[in-house]
């Protein structure tokens, strides 16, 4: 499971509480989606409503 957020804070608590509530393969996008763009890494979304 992915998890992230604007700066990966958020996210990266989650992924520790759903750890140690023995889900595996949890992962948090280090940095959050801001720190992804930032590096200019490809973003795709949804059309707008």
């Known amino acids: 499971m ?10 990266g608590e ?9 889900h595996a393969k949890v992962y948090s996008l280090k940095g959050g989606i801001a ?8 973003v795709e979304r949804g059309k707008s409503r």
């Open 35 to 42: 720190a992804w763009m930032s590096d200019q890494l490809p």
């Open 14 to 22: 989650v992924a520790d509480r759903l750890l140690k509530a023995g």
């Open 2 to 11: 992915l998890l992230y957020c604007q700066s990966g804070i958020t996210s």
